[in-house]
């Protein structure tokens, strides 16, 4: 049984941090290309970023210079660092695992960003 699961959301403060985390199981971690992505209520989830299974690195502009993906095959985890956060960050996040025609989602952890 495949199993991704986030953790790590919360409220914080404009300007704060949060590191979200995605443990993987029943997968083979090291296959698969790992994506962050967001929802927020009537809107279509999006793209964050992904990290290939050979470590590339992708962000959209919206978070460049404030996110950080990095993964840990060792642990099957994938970590999402959010800093210099705004309130239009504010959204569900949910990690992807994506290996050939194999799709897998967590169930979201919200974060929430808020003075």
């Known amino acids: 049984q495949v199993q991704l699961v986030e953790s790590g959301g919360g409220l914080v403060q404009p300007g704060g941090s949060l590191r979200l985390s995605c443990a993987a199981s029943?997968?083979?971690?090291?296959?698969?290309?790992m994506g962050w992505y967001r929802q927020t209520p009537g809107k279509q989830r999006e793209l964050v970023g992904d990290?290939?299974?050979?470590?590339?690195?992708f962000y959209v502009d919206s978070v460049k210079g404030r996110f950080t993906i990095s993964r840990d095959n060792a642990k099957n985890t994938v970590y999402l660092q959010l800093n210099s956060l705004r309130p239009e960050d504010t959204a569900v996040y949910y990690c992807?695992?994506?290996?050939?025609?194999?799709?897998?989602w967590g169930q979201g952890t919200q974060v929430t960003v808020s003075s």
């Open positions: 992807k695992a994506l290996y050939v025609n194999s799709v897998y």
């Open positions: 029943g997968i083979i971690f090291s296959r698969y290309r």
């Open positions: 990290i290939t299974s050979y470590g590339t690195i």
